[in-house]
C-alpha cells in the first residue's frame, strides 16, 4: 500500500436527512398525505391500546373487589377524590400562569420585551380597586367625623341633661315625701317605673287622638245626611 494514498483525506459528503428531490409538486402531496396517514394510524393504535389496558384494570380492580381483596369505594370517597384531582390540576395551572407572570416581568424589567398593554379586563379591575380604596377612606372619615359630632354633643349638653335629670328626681323624692309624711323613698326604682309608663302612655295617647281624629272624620258625612233629612221634613211642614 502506497504510504502517500493513506494520508490523503477523503472528502466527506454530508446530506440533510429530511432534504429529498421530488420532482414535482404531486409526489411531495402523496409524501406529507402518507406520513399524515401513518401518524393518525399510530394515534389511532395507541389510544386502542390505552383502552384495552384501562379496561384489564377495571376487570382486574372488580374481581379483586368480588373476591374481598380490596374494598369498593364508597360515594363519599370518589367525590373526594375527584374533588382532589381538580384540585391539584388547577394548582398546577395556576402556578404555572403565575411563572409565566413573573417571567415575563423580569423580561420586562430586564429591557428584553416590552411591557404589555393593559386590555379592557385589566382596566376595569384596576378602576374597581380604586374605587374601592376611595370608598374606605370615605367611610373611615365620616365615622370619625360621627364620632367627633357625637362627643361634641355629649360635651355640651351633658351638663343640662344631669340638671334636668336631678330635678326632675328631686320632685319625684318631694311628691313621695308629702305622700308618706316626710318619709323619703327606699329607692329611685318607682320613679324609672314611672317614666317609662308616662312615655308609653304618651305614645298610647297619640294613637288614641289619630284614631278619634279619624272616626270624626268618617262620622262628619253622616252628620250633613241627617241635617238635610230634617231640613227636608221641615220643608214638608212648612208645605
Known sequence: MDQHQTLTPIKEIVTEPLMMELDNVHDAIRLIQKNERGRQGRYRMLLILKT?????????MFQKIKDGVVKERSKDQM??????????????????????????????FLGMARKPKA?????MKKTMLERKEVQKSYMTEYLDAKDDVKQEIFDMEEDQIKEEMLKERREWIQEVKTQKGGKPPED??????????????EDGDGDDAEEAKGKGKKEEPKKGKGKKAGGGDDDDDDK
Not at 52 to 60: C, F, S, T
Not at 79 to 84: R, T
Open 52 to 60: 384495552k389496558r384501562q379496561e384489564e384494570l377495571d376487570r382486574e
Open 79 to 108: 367525590e373526594n377524590d375527584a374533588a382532589l384531582f381538580i384540585q391539584r390540576h388547577m394548582k398546577g395551572i395556576l402556578a404555572r400562569k403565575r411563572i409565566d407572570e413573573i417571567r415575563q416581568e423580569e423580561m420586562v
Open 119 to 123: 386590555g379592557p379586563l385589566a382596566q
Open 188 to 201: 329611685v326604682k318607682a320613679f324609672y317605673e314611672r317614666v317609662v309608663k308616662d312615655d308609653k302612655d
